[in-house]
């Protein structure tokens, strides 16, 4: 299947589907000599893990990783590394009602026609399971540039459902099931999952992400613009629906005096832009947000097709987030790095020697 690499110098090929033997990922590029081992990349994959909360699907996988090759004596040798995550609980017999119809909302319409044949089990490639891999090559690209440029990545829920969330601490991300930067509505967004969930039906989110300690100068112009590649790569996560860099839409409600951010001295004015101008980063935090559609696959009956086209009731049986943006903060973050990363390898490769005298200003201030 075409279309399952991600990046031209950090290039990650996933491979494997949602109730096969395994899943995981080919990563090809990363630079020889840093130490990396399963413990670097499995917290990572914990984070992500289904089976954490109530809230998520009852899929007990422990997401155990591990590195096959690219590894010697505990340093990246430069080659492939490639990561294996071990499927154990699947339970295939709950799809087999879905073998003559399409879920609504869902991939299998569009991958029958596509491929004249489809996995039904647990969704098979389209399955979000997939994402897995993908955070654990993005541990790897975190580890790397956390080392050589001290960026970090931070990223929490904002929106659930028609519940926004607000903002109070990061601090609070790491301690509730919702990655929620707040402590105050945790019991509110529980009650409102356990209404959803005892009435069959499902939920979208919004998710925030940011980088933080990103270099002036990365990315291209026009169509390898770092924003334009940092929106390929969050439209290929699972059921997301859209993508918001800096201020994103409300850029449509703002005048040019407001949005264009203004350079002092000491540093920027804002940061709109959401880090990125022309497409080459600015020195100021790398701003995310994503739209995450409600879970087709749901128990409340709905009306599809069979393969011959006659009218037939869809009724999903399988264990599945009622909202998976709920375990999406750990993917977003995974996908903003593993762009970083390669942008940051194509830098060097191009232009690692420019040097110019104009100071970096990167620090956002408020005016006056």
Same mark, same amino acid.
């Given at each position: 299947?075409?279309?399952?690499?991600?990046?031209?110098?950090?290039?990650?090929?996933? =491979?494997?589907?949602?109730?096969? *033997?395994?899943?995981?990922?080919?990563? +090809?590029?990363?630079?020889?000599?840093?130490?990396?081992?399963?413990?670097?990349?499995?917290?990572?994959?914990?984070?992500?893990?289904?089976?954490?909360?109530?809230?998520?699907?009852?899929?007990?996988?422990?997401?155990a990783?591990?590195?096959?090759?690219?590894? $010697?004596?505990?340093?990246?040798?430069?080659? *492939?590394?490639?990561?294996?995550?071990?499927?154990?609980?699947?339970?295939?017999?709950?799809?087999?009602?879905?073998?003559?119809? $399409?879920?609504p909302?869902?991939?299998?319409?569009?991958?029958?026609?596509?491929?004249?044949?489809? +996995?039904?089990?647990?969704?098979?490639?389209?399955?979000?399971?997939?994402?897995?891999?993908?955070?654990?090559?993005?541990?790897v690209?975190?580890?790397?540039?956390?080392?050589?440029?001290?960026?970090?990545?931070?990223?929490?829920?904002?929106?659930?459902?028609?519940?926004?969330? *607000? =903002?109070?601490?990061?601090?609070?991300?790491?301690?509730?099931?919702?990655?929620?930067?707040?402590?105050?509505? /945790?019991?509110?967004?529980?009650?409102?999952m356990?209404e959803?969930?005892?009435?069959?039906?499902?939920?979208?989110?919004?998710?925030?992400?940011?980088?933080r300690?990103?270099?002036?100068?990365w990315?291209? !112009?026009?169509?390898?613009?770092? +924003?334009?590649?940092?929106?390929?790569?969050?439209?290929?996560?699972?059921? &997301?629906?859209?993508?918001?860099?800096?201020?994103?839409?409300?850029?449509?409600?703002?005048? @040019?005096?407001?949005?264009?951010?203004?350079l002092? !001295?000491?540093? =920027?004015?804002?940061?709109?832009?959401g880090?990125?101008?022309?497409?080459?980063?600015?020195?100021?935090?790398?701003?995310?947000?994503?739209?995450?559609? !409600?879970?087709?696959? /749901?128990?409340?009956?709905?009306?599809? /097709?069979?393969?011959? @086209?006659?009218?037939?009731?869809?009724?999903? =049986?399988?264990?599945?987030?009622?909202?998976?943006?709920?375990?999406?903060? *750990?993917?977003?973050?995974?996908?903003?790095?593993?762009?970083?990363?390669?942008?940051?390898?194509?830098?060097?490769?191009?232009?690692?020697? &420019?040097? &110019?005298?104009? !100071?970096?200003?990167?620090?956002?201030?408020?005016?006056?």
């Open positions: 299947m075409s279309g399952s690499t991600l990046g031209h110098l950090f290039c990650v090929t996933n =491979f494997g589907e949602s109730h096969g *033997p395994a899943i995981g990922c080919v990563i +090809d590029g990363c630079p020889p000599g840093m130490l990396l081992s399963e413990a670097d990349i499995q917290p990572e994959l914990d984070r992500r893990r289904p089976g954490t909360s109530r809230h998520v699907t009852q899929r007990n996988e422990p997401d990783v591990e590195i096959l090759s690219g590894v $010697f004596e505990g340093k990246t040798t430069g080659t *492939p590394i490639c990561l294996l995550i071990r499927n154990t609980d699947q339970r295939s017999k709950d799809y087999g009602n879905i073998l003559q119809t $399409f879920r909302g869902h991939a299998d319409y569009t991958y029958w026609h596509k491929y004249g044949l489809r +996995d039904p089990r647990g969704g098979g490639r389209s399955s979000a399971r997939l994402t897995a891999p993908m955070v654990g090559a993005g541990a690209a975190k580890k790397w540039l956390h080392e050589h440029h001290g960026v970090s990545f931070t990223g929490h829920m904002s929106q659930l459902g028609d519940i926004a969330i *607000p =903002f109070e601490s990061l601090d609070h991300v790491p301690n509730n099931p919702f990655f929620a930067a707040n402590v105050s509505d /945790i019991a509110r967004l529980e009650a409102y356990d959803l969930r005892k009435a069959g039906d499902s939920c979208g989110a919004r998710i925030d992400v940011s980088a300690g990103v270099p002036v100068g990315g291209e !112009p026009l169509f390898d613009k770092l +924003d334009a590649d940092i929106a390929h790569a969050m439209m290929g996560i699972n059921a &997301v629906k859209g993508v918001e860099i800096g201020a994103g839409f409300a850029s449509v409600n703002q005048r @040019g005096t407001t949005h264009g951010d203004e002092m !001295p000491a540093g =920027f004015v804002g940061n709109n832009a880090g990125v101008l022309g497409g080459i980063s600015t020195g100021q935090d790398i701003t995310v947000s994503i739209a995450i559609k !409600p879970t087709s696959s /749901i128990r409340s009956p709905r009306q599809s /097709i069979d393969l011959e @086209g006659h009218p037939a009731t869809v009724e999903t =049986f399988g264990r599945h987030d009622p909202c998976v943006g709920i375990r999406a903060t *750990p993917i977003a973050e995974a996908m903003l790095a593993l762009v970083l990363m390669d942008h940051a390898l194509r830098h060097r490769a191009q232009c690692g020697d &420019v040097s &110019v005298s104009t !100071p970096r200003i990167a620090a956002v201030r408020s005016a006056g």
